[in-house]
């Protein structure tokens, strides 16, 4: 019974937290680029002020537009269910494993892809077939990432993985692993519509990949789609720490003490890796969008090099 | 400055640059435009005047650069017709300037587009407000016309509207794409949103109060057409402008160059993603302002040049602040430049993207910055400079290329020789007054005004009216020439690298609109 707490618990914490992390990452990337900083709650602002307004549809607009938002936070919300952020002891990941995942995300990016074909604009169109293009070269590199540590770790759901590590009894060190760690890294940038793949901050609707699909968007569509696509950062990020750097999550049967240590956990690896997210944002410039192909197929090779180093090397 | 292969003798024109006038026919016009263009002219602005109510008769009037002087054709067709044989067949530029007399004035070119240009819905079919008879009643919201861009056909091809409406807050325009996948095979503009009547608003101003309306044509080049509204009626009036006064409004020119490209090269930074770029320079911009107006009393310099001087002196300690401010724009902006050019990924997206060639350049008659990116001469403080520039002697800045790399280093360039300039303003300012007393204009008399802006060669060409009134002021933007090659230069880039290409031309909407 208790587990079905954790399980409804860790949900809500990933949706209240996951605007945080938002705002985070932004007000680090102001501070580095000699910005004054927006406040640290400012997603939270924005959703209010976007919950409050009246939804404005485009005329030519099907339930398919209408639907769309809540599919896609939906989507995210199961997605956050089954990756062990806080605790490995969550029932819907037992039924769910990490390749289901893959396939949340990819349920996710059709509907908002054909939401976007579906009013007729020529920006969403645009949008639609540039996501399809980064999310067909981002999909196999980040499946690739994850075989790896499925051999390495001999399990496919995430919460296993992360008790297969943490049950041993000292660290053990993955030259695979880092590989992967690197292409999973290259793959977030490319799926979350960060830099050097999508900037999220243009408004250029010519540049624009996500912003170009969620442009006829208002009111608490567009509100439940920023959530969403915050939601999708966070779930990346938790994946990655899932993957890579498991320790301070509470495993299976832990007390309330271990819990609170494991949100304390959670919270410095999110705030670090944010600050790292915007150091590499604010490095690095737009990549020509022809080159991001290649920045994926880059992604892709790295992850499938850790996969021969675990079967070569056995390490 | 021979004009012997003109058929008509040439008339010395008031003007602050070597300028000369060549009354001719139908038949002379177009001999002469040929002529001129054999000789090296590039057409600089074409416009026209309803003279009716003087002697019965239309004019046209076709202002050309050449090397090292302006020549101004001018052509009244006979009996009060309103039709003038076209000049795009050796000058392309003279298109859209062909269709915008037409929808001001209904002086028809004899072939060409016949598509409007600033007329568009709710101006009325046969309404040319320009005319002396023209109804001063408010136009009547008219039916919506179909405006027939430019189809391509073929498998995949499909057309991407952008604008005028975007999704920044920006200058209004209409973007045409023809795309095949991400790739632009053809990119037709449509402007005038921006149209604002002023050419009618000053028929009838005060001649000395004309200049604030000039300084409004366009915001970010105020003080290059106050300017040139200035040069135009000095030089009809024969006011020697003082020394002190010359040197003053040379400064507030080149502050004015300075603080748009200091914007721009932001913007471009920004455009290619790196967001930190837009940071440092837009500081930098805003430090410029803020002295602006602690020097000056206003940040974009808005009404300082004004008929016979400037508005404002400067003390000792206000050049003091300005060559401090110079020797640490330096410092900054040569760090920055470092920035920018080792940055591999911001080289990446700026070579080679949006490339004008130096022949397509030539053959358009490309002006200014643009012109100069792309290794074609062409710089008025250099060829035919005014006080206070013949003492200065600017070094012409080019660069070879014609991408955006090459727009972004003529910036970079453009900044060192302007604040090279400042400082030997400075530094040398001549003591004196700094407004001289403009006399009374005599009525009916033309007078030019060119000044090398920051975009390129602006022009005012000023008519006077009894009574010390504006008869007729028609300014140009060397926005004109440029806006096409843009069409040209996204030929074969891909839609996503369009923003950045357009914002390293950075063309004037409202100076074109009118």
């Known amino acids: 019974m208790t587990a079905y707490v954790w399980q409804v618990s860790e949900c809500l914490l990933a949706i209240a937290l996951a605007p945080l992390f938002a705002g985070w990452v932004g007000q680090c990337r102001a501070w580095l680029q000699n910005r004054s900083a927006p406040p640290l709650w400012q997603p939270y602002l924005v959703l209010r002020k976007l919950f409050h307004k009246d939804a404005a549809l485009a005329t030519d607009a099907s339930w398919l537009f209408r639907l769309a938002p809540y599919v896609v936070f939906s989507t995210m919300v199961v997605a956050a269910a089954i990756i062990p952020s806080v605790t490995t002891d969550l029932p819907l990941a037992r039924v769910a494993d990490a390749i289901a995942l893959v396939g949340l995300f990819a349920t996710a990016r059709v509907f908002i892809s054909l939401a976007a074909m579906d009013v007729g604009t020529a920006f969403g169109s645009m949008g639609a077939r540039r996501e399809m293009m980064i999310g067909f070269l981002a999909e196999p590199a980040l499946l690739m990432v994850l075989f790896s540590a499925f051999m390495t770790h001999g399990s496919t759901a995430l919460p296993e993985m992360v008790e297969g590590v943490l049950d041993q009894p000292h660290i053990v060190l993955h030259p695979s692993l880092f590989f992967a760690g690197v292409a999973f890294v290259m793959v977030l940038l490319a799926e979350n519509a960060r830099l050097p793949v999508d900037n999220p901050s243009t408004h250029l609707e010519l540049t624009m990949i996500h912003e170009a699909m969620i442009l006829e968007y208002s009111a608490r569509h567009l509100a439940l789609l920023e959530w969403a696509s915050w939601l999708k950062l966070f779930n990346y990020a938790c994946i990655g720490f899932a993957l890579f750097l498991p320790w301070g999550i509470a495993l299976h049967g832990a007390g309330v003490g271990l819990l609170a240590l494991a949100i304390a956990a959670v919270l410095a690896k999110l705030a670090v890796a944010g600050a790292a997210l915007a150091l590499f944002e604010t490095l690095s410039a737009k990549l020509r969008l022809f080159r991001a192909p290649e920045f994926l197929t880059m992604a892709f090779l790295l992850a499938v090099l850790g996969l021969l180093v675990y079967l070569l090397l056995g390490a | ?249 040379a400064l507030a020119l080149e502050r004015e160059r300075l603080a748009n490209h200091l914007g721009d090269l932001g913007a471009l930074g920004n455009d290619a993603g790196l967001a930190f770029g837009l940071v440092q320079f837009s500081s930098l911009k805003e430090q410029l302002l803020r002295l602006n107006r602690q020097v000056f009393g206003q940040r974009y310099l808005f009404d300082w040049v004004l008929p016979g001087g400037v508005a404002t002196d400067i003390d000792a300690p206000a050049v003091r602040a300005l060559l401090d401010e110079a020797s640490m724009l330096e410092q900054r902006v040569a760090g920055l430049r470092a920035i920018y050019e080792n940055h591999a990924g911001v080289q990446d997206r700026f070579r080679d993207t949006g490339v004008l060639s130096t022949a397509l350049a030539k053959a358009h008659g490309a002006l200014g910055l643009v012109a100069r990116a792309a290794g074609v001469a062409g710089d008025l403080r250099v060829d035919m400079p005014w006080p206070p520039y013949e003492q200065l002697r600017p070094r012409l800045v080019l660069a070879a290329g014609g991408d955006v790399a090459a727009r972004a280093r003529l910036r970079f360039d453009d900044i060192v020789e302007s604040l090279r300039l400042c400082r030997a303003l400075l530094e040398t300012l001549p003591p004196g007054p700094s407004l001289a007393s403009v006399p009374a204009a005599a009525p009916y008399r033309l007078g030019l005004g060119l000044v090398e802006g920051w975009r390129g060669p602006v022009m005012i060409a000023l008519e006077t009216a009894p009574d010390d009134r504006v008869r007729r002021c028609h300014a140009h933007d060397p926005s004109w020439q440029n806006w096409p090659l843009i069409e040209y230069a996204i030929i074969g880039n891909i839609v996503p690298d369009f923003p950045l290409i357009n914002k390293s031309f950075n063309l004037a909407y409202s100076g074109i609109d009118g």
């Open chain 2, 1 to 249: 400055m021979n004009l012997d292969y003109l058929p008509q003798a040439a008339l010395q024109l008031p003007a602050n640059v070597p300028a000369q006038q060549v009354v001719v026919n139908a038949a002379q016009w177009s001999h002469s435009a040929l002529r001129l263009r054999d000789h090296g002219a590039v057409l600089l602005s074409l416009w026209g005047a309803d003279d009716r109510d003087r002697d019965g008769r239309f004019r046209v009037y076709a202002a050309f650069l050449l090397p090292q002087q302006v020549v101004v054709l001018e052509h009244s067709p006979t009996g009060g017709a309103a039709g003038y044989p076209s000049l795009t067949h050796w000058f392309p530029v003279a298109d859209r300037l062909q269709r915008a007399l037409y929808d001001l004035l209904g002086m028809e070119a004899d072939i060409g587009d016949t598509r409007p240009w600033l007329r568009h819905d709710g101006w009325p079919e046969h309404g040319f407000p320009l005319r002396r008879d023209a109804a001063a009643a408010e136009p009547q919201p008219q039916p919506g016309r179909p405006y027939p861009f430019v189809a391509v056909t073929g498998d995949g091809v499909h057309e991407i509207a952008v604008g005028p409406v975007h999704a920044g807050t920006i200058e209004p325009g209409h973007f045409r794409f023809s795309v095949v996948g991400e790739k632009v095979l053809r990119l037709e503009t449509r402007f005038g949103y921006a149209h604002k009547g002023i050419a009618k608003r000053f028929e009838g101003q005060l001649l000395h109060d004309g200049h604030r309306l000039a300084a409004r044509v366009s915001g970010d080049s105020t003080v290059a057409y106050a300017w040139a509204y200035c040069a135009a009626l000095e030089s009809i009036t024969a006011t020697v402008v003082p020394p002190r006064a010359a040197a003053l409004r």
